[in-house]
């Protein structure tokens, strides 16, 4: 299958310009990085089928690392636009509280400043 032209994957900013997810990509090995990657060009190229929806507006991806699981989790914000919000070790049955409201005040923040 070709790859959309229309989805595309950008980072969530902090207000200083940090990438929380690109830095915690950038701290993984190779193996798992490359992981996580290719579980983003699947939903860049399938769509949305390939994830899972949490709550509201944020979904989640799944990859498998050499140690670890990973959860990355984004918003399909307009027509074209995956925000990556937060990634982190799985290490528990659910979602940890935490993590989602992180991930929700992100999406919040970077709303108001695209605004």
């Known amino acids: 299958m070709r790859e959309s032209p229309q989805l595309r994957w950008r980072w969530y900013r902090t207000a200083s310009g940090g990438t929380p997810v690109k830095q915690f990509l950038d701290t993984l090995s190779d193996v ?6 290719a579980a983003m060009a699947e939903i860049k190229q399938e769509g949305l089928g390939s994830a899972r929806r949490v709550v509201g507006d944020l979904w989640e ?7 670890a699981h ?3 989790i984004f918003s399909h914000e307009g ?5 990556a919000l937060d990634i ?6 659910r ?6 409201r992180r ?13």
């Open 88 to 93: 982190y070790d799985k290490d528990t049955k």
């Open 61 to 67: 991806i799944r990859a498998v690392g050499t140690k």
């Open 95 to 100: 979602m940890p509280l935490n993590i989602r």
């Open 103 to 115: 991930a929700e005040q992100r999406l919040k923040d970077w709303r108001s400043r695209a605004a």
């Open 79 to 83: 027509r074209r636009v995956l925000l």
């Open 70 to 72: 990973y959860r990355l």
């Open 32 to 37: 798992d990085h490359a992981a996580i990657v």
